[in-house]
């Protein structure tokens, strides 16, 4: 695990907000990839998936990532733990998301990121496949005091193959990074 997160925080910030996935299965993908705007904010989640799903078959995970573009793209990655395929991560991608109250966000997905070992590479690293989409994340907890006690997730793509998710803590404190400074773009109703 140790080694797993500086991977994953690597290749975050190496290919900014497009976080990667894809099933070691080929998902066909007729989507153009959208410019990259790069992460300003990074939050690491330690715990474990009691649900992952992607494109109808289940997985395990690694870990759960924040990353927030200095655009206002947000992503929930989630590192898979797929034997087959070490680079096999996929992001909820959305904007616009809301806090509820200052235990409760939601971001609503408009696409999923998906990469694999076989995507093609730029810099070395791979580069994550976009699907459209429509869904919804919501995360209980907030990164100022550095807890989040679960992630949930649900999207359908446009070829309407479903991806859920359920990550629960493990109590761990997030991990945040401030790696640039940019303007807020959540709604919160509490500023």
Known sequence: MRLCRPVFTAALMALASPCFAESSLSIPVNNPQAPNAYVDLLALMSGHCKTLKVAGRTFACKTVAYAHGDKGRVNF????DDPADDNHVVSFSGE???????????????RMLLNS????????????????????????GNFAAKKVTDVTCSATDSEGRSYELLFVSDGTPVSV??????APSIQDPFK
């Open 96 to 110: 616009n998301g809301k806090r509820a109250d200052d235990n409760s966000y939601e971001l609503p997905i408009d």
């Open 77 to 80: 990655a989630v590192a898979v």
């Open 117 to 140: 070992k076989d995507r093609p590479k730029v810099h070395g690293l791979p580069v994550p496949a976009e699907q459209t989409s429509t869904g919804l994340c919501r995360q209980t």
């Open 177 to 182: 990074r401030r790696i640039r400074q940019s």
